[in-house]
């Protein structure tokens, strides 16, 4: 597979600039990202997927709004220049969006007016209890799910999110008891949501809509829009047209029958960054086991663990070191650092391990993981005691730092060593 974002060239002076491995992510195509999905009233980033603060300084340019799921993603909003202060008139900036509060999350909310969704009759209580009295949406789980894996799943008697369908109307009773109303309704079922399951979302929003009445002003379509991971997937990407019409639809249905306009909010994450970003990674050996090939390289699944985690599948190529043209594929198995067996970027949910169709590499050339911007470096860990990577923003053809390699230092910079 090509590089269709970045070039060879590119990827050698990032390397040649900051050592592997390193993430790359390209600012023009989380900018026609958020440009695709301007159809909805509201485009709200799932800063989760990547909360690099220059990645939601670009978001906050692209005049999309956020969505934070802990204190420490409220703080990140706010350093990047995002507002709380909620209000009736316009849209909150931040939204914070979880099932339970922590005390941490809860205190941030009441100092900055941060507008909440709520997972749980607990957290309106807990809201009233704190002083706090606010307009809130309510997170409702609509009793079924979907995902590309059960582990991103989040509708459904297994799935801890959200509000049941049929508790709603206690919700609001409670959140009435302490003068708050609730104006808004969130629905979001798992990733990679397909027309047929989303056309029934859209039919449970309208009956949770129902239950509300003529106070709701807000609805959103929550996340989960999928992006073609594979090569043969590239020339199907989802219809964002067909996709905002289904929610359109409903939105109309339900301002019709409350009697007044209803606002539109999706909240991608994967869809504004995926494509954006590549894992670039140097091969330190080249080896064989028995028949089987492999290359093995210097990131591990402490910096992209979607496959190890999930089973995921991540487009792969190769760039040579020496700009020597690559052909004469291989089936090889790709594989990291770490001291643990399930450390391999060629897997399949289950942790089957699977060959890959590449050329023909040497040690030093350099493998490259494409559509790796979300749940990438978002998800990295020290495991292995292994440091963060470094990342990089390609904008208007210039390479720039917007996250430094983590030092031995700052590795061990909280831990002390204790007389015994």
């Known amino acids: 597979m090509s590089n269709s974002i970045f070039s060879d060239e590119i990827i050698r002076e990032g390397v040649a600039q900051y050592g592997t491995p390193f993430w790359l992510y390209d600012r023009a195509t989380i900018e026609k990202r958020v440009q695709e999905l301007k159809c909805f009233d509201t485009v709200r980033f799932a800063q989760k997927a990547c909360p690099n603060l220059s990645i939601i300084s670009l978001i906050k340019k692209c005049g999309a709004v956020v969505d934070a799921v802990s204190a420490g993603e409220i703080v990140r909003a706010l350093r990047a220049g995002f507002k709380g202060d909620e209000s009736d008139k316009q849209v909150p900036q931040i939204v914070y969006t979880a099932d339970i509060f922590d005390r941490d999350a809860l205190?941030?909310?009441?100092?900055?007016?941060?507008h909440v969704n709520v997972g749980s009759a607990d957290m309106i209580q807990q809201l009233a209890d704190a002083g706090v009295k606010s307009n809130l949406t309510l997170r409702v789980n609509p009793g079924f799910g979907h995902g590309h894996s059960q582990k991103t799943n989040t509708g459904g008697p297994l799935s801890k999110h959200g509000v049941w369908h049929s508790q709603i109307k206690d919700c609001v009773k409670l959140a009435q008891a302490n003068g708050m109303w609730i104006t808004g309704l969130h629905m979001h079922i798992g990733s990679g949501s397909d027309?047929?399951?989303?056309?029934?979302?859209?039919?449970?929003?309208?009956?949770?809509?129902?239950r509300l009445g003529s106070h709701l002003r807000v609805i959103s379509a929550g996340g989960g829009l999928p992006i073609p991971y594979k090569e043969s997937e590239k020339g199907n990407r989802i219809d964002v047209k067909a996709y905002y019409d289904l929610w359109d639809k409903a939105r109309k249905d339900i301002a019709q029958s409350i009697g007044h306009d209803v606002a539109l909010e999706?909240?991608?994450g994967r869809y504004l960054v995926a494509e954006s970003a590549v894992l670039v990674a140097e091969i330190r050996a080249v080896k064989f086991q028995e028949?089987?090939?492999?290359?093995?390289v210097d990131a591990g699944f402490n910096d992209l663990v979607r496959p190890s985690f999930y089973g995921s599948y991540h487009a792969i190529s190769i760039v040579s070191k020496d700009g020597r043209k690559l052909d004469s594929e291989k089936d090889v198995i790709v594989a990291g650092p770490?001291?643990?067996?399930?450390?391999?970027?060629?897997?399949?949910e289950g942790g089957f391990v699977v060959t890959r169709k590449l050329p023909e590499a040497k040690v030093g050339d350099f493998l490259v993981l494409h559509d790796a911007g979300a749940y990438g470096s978002a998800m990295?860990?020290?495991y292995n005691s292994r440091r963060y990577a470094p990342e990089i923003l390609l904008s208007n053809g210039e390479l720039h730092v917007i996250r430094e390699r983590q030092t031995f230092?700052?590795?061990?910079?909280?831990?002390?060593?204790?007389?015994?």
Do not use: W
């Open 107 to 114: 205190e941030l909310v009441k100092k900055y007016n941060i």
């Open 195 to 210: 027309f047929e399951h989303l056309s029934k979302v859209c039919d449970a929003m309208r009956d949770a809509s129902r």
């Open 266 to 268: 999706v909240e991608p």
């Open 291 to 296: 028949d089987k090939l492999f290359y093995l």
């Open 338 to 348: 770490l001291c643990e067996s399930g450390d391999v970027f060629t897997q399949e």
């Open 380 to 382: 990295s860990s020290n």
């Open 409 to 420: 230092e700052q590795l061990m910079e909280n831990e002390k060593i204790i007389a015994l």
